[in-house]
């Protein structure tokens, strides 16, 4: 089942590996099929190179394993979770890319300081806060998917279409999984670029009218960016 | 129409990504027969594996398409107005490669402090001022070109082949487009090697010497650098 | 003799230079067959492309060459003395990879700041203490692994797969070479991400449930990451 | 003439592009053959990808040309007096390297703080002088040698393969070109690392005997590292 979704998945998780997102296994690309209540994603702890389209692991909206002889990716609860409370997302990805995993490490959103940045991200990357005993402990996975969710208190995800969990890494979302994938590529550059912006200038400004325009000429109603 | 100077701006724009200054479709070339009163502009947001030189877009000096079927690149307004006031140049090229974006973010002008740098810069590659209310939600991409302009009040554009835009990126320029790439690389292989150094020394000084001695080496009428 | 192990190490010692963690010669990699009492490494100072499973070398527990044309490499002895006194290893391997050494030459531990990090070490990574002159002047590379087994006094090895000696580089060993290469990867990564999480936030606070949580979710006994 | 020679320099030439170690034409490579009192030079701004072997330039030692229908490097009076001076290099090597040429704009030498660099220089990689008005307008690039002659009063030229000059960039050499290549690649490699290092902890110690304890077991009358 889902024959199409799964191609779908498998080629945005080998993309994750050809834009250099992801060593060895640490990166996990899943999409749902809203109608179906199904989603489709990433084995668990398989090379990538001997990875085919039917490894895929398909799920139903309980995280349970629908189709699939292989183990689905641990992050699976997470994106299930994800799944569960933004309802316009299509595509999940998550990554340890080096330089928003290093925004992470630090505890740090990363700011909206150039118009790379707001041409995806209508405001900062947030980062959420450190868990508990009881959600490390207990359902790990799931609440790292609901500290997300709190997070968001007040954002639109599709506006801001990516985060970074404390301590671990970045989760990104979109329309669909190729969505997801091309937003993973653009918080790792924004983060290299903020990184290297402030050791220039700590003392940095960002123009908010530029926030606004970036952001509107390619995702607002008169939008214009693109063909 | 300008079928060899399509061919050539195709080539610049596949050469900014072969030299790693380009992710995604982030970036744009152009090039001018001043003759003709045409210039030559990549298409927006097409991919660049499928790119073909016949999907360049020829647009006329009041920024209307005169052939091709393709929108031209949303930065065309930039481009136009530097041609308009730049009668020197020959091509001009936007990117957000890494660094120098990185630094424009910063709001500071990439400092002059090595041969290489003076080898194609007779000086700090400027940033230029924030843009205001009316120009962002006004005339935005023709009065980036406006703000560029002003900022070389004083300054040759051929001595200074390229520009920092606040919290944008970099565009540079050239006799031609292969020249206007050129410098793109040198801006952001400057950029890199200025954030090295600041961070080794924050209180470097160039020898101002050998800033007249290289760009006149090199581009002085008694030049004797190269064949 | 040890044919099969010779084609281990020898692909071992290929793998760090695909994974871009060695220069010219410098690295090198074995692995022991604890039955035989016999451990096999890479050759001194042979070019990587040259360089055959046949060119591997054998040598017994008192370091002594018992089948190989070639001289070991010169770390051998810090590779015998490891084996000696950390008894559930099967592979070790040394390279001068970019970051590990250069937290190895600044003389400070990796810190423990990210589920990167807790994924496959328990804690920091130690550095050593400054090896003093009879040390340096007499059993130079045995001693090197004196200072690292003394600086494991209270540490399980299996448990904290590295090591940075003090101005030189990283150590990291494994089950076996394979696994011993892969530990090499994670700490050079996990380096150059420390570094870059430090200069953005160096305050930051690593969340100690996420050691704990990440480290046995991996390698505890309910472990359930992987297949 | 010099045929074996003219292949040697040519191909160290492409070394330094595949090393990474050089963007556009920014570099040269040259060799001398003592007996005869000619050395073989890179040509002036000739692209890597259509260059040839016999495209390379032999010049005496006052500088003429005596074979090749092209310019030499414009920095060949550098390499010149530097072959006049130091009297045990075979081959000469200047870059324009990221982090070397980075270190030189800074004007600071690379500090000697790890066993990678002391493998291979018996001290910290010094800086030269600024150039004063004579110099740079008068014999500009002679006195490029001049003044790295000059830094090297006390320090023997074989045990130090390597310089900075000031706001410039680095020259390395070696007993021949091609160990002059390797040199340079080191000297890049250890600018690189001693960034980082320095960042991380910039209280760190080297330890000084093991300066004296690498070098010397590579290149002391007791070597026993390498083949």
Chains 1, 2, 3, 4 share one sequence.
């Not at 394993?65 to 299509?90: A, N, Q, R």
């Not at 329309?175 to 937003?183: G, I, L, M, P, T």
Request: negative net charge.
């Amino acid at each position: 089942m889902l024959e199409a979704l799964k191609e779908e998945v498998f080629k945005a998780n080998l993309d994750l590996v050809k834009h250099g997102l992801v060593i060895f296994t640490w990166g996990n690309a899943s999409a749902i099929d809203r109608g179906k209540g199904l989603f489709v994603i990433k084995p668990s702890g398989v090379d990538y190179d001997v990875m085919k389209p039917s490894d895929m692991v398909v799920c139903d909206m309980d995280g349970k394993v629908v189709e699939g002889t292989l183990k689905p990716s641990s992050d699976m609860p997470t994106h299930l979770y994800l799944y569960k409370h933004f309802e316009d997302i299509g595509g999940v990805v998550h990554t340890h890319s080096t330089y928003a995993t290093a925004w992470a490490q630090a505890g740090v959103g990363i700011p909206n300081i150039g118009t790379t940045h707001a041409d995806y991200f209508a405001q900062d990357i947030p980062c959420t806060r450190q868990m508990n005993e009881e959600e490390v402990f207990g359902e790990y996975e799931r609440d790292t998917g609901k500290v997300i969710v709190e997070r968001f208190e007040g954002i639109k995800p599709i506006e801001v279409p990516g985060v970074l969990v404390h301590n671990h890494g970045p989760f990104s979302w979109g329309e669909d999984v190729h969505n997801a994938v091309h937003n993973a590529v653009v918080m790792e550059q924004v983060a290299i670029m903020a990184s290297i912006s402030l050791s220039v200038n700590p003392a940095l400004k960002m123009n908010p009218l530029l926030i606004k325009k970036h952001y509107e000429r390619k995702h607002g109603k008169n939008a214009y960016y693109g063909q």
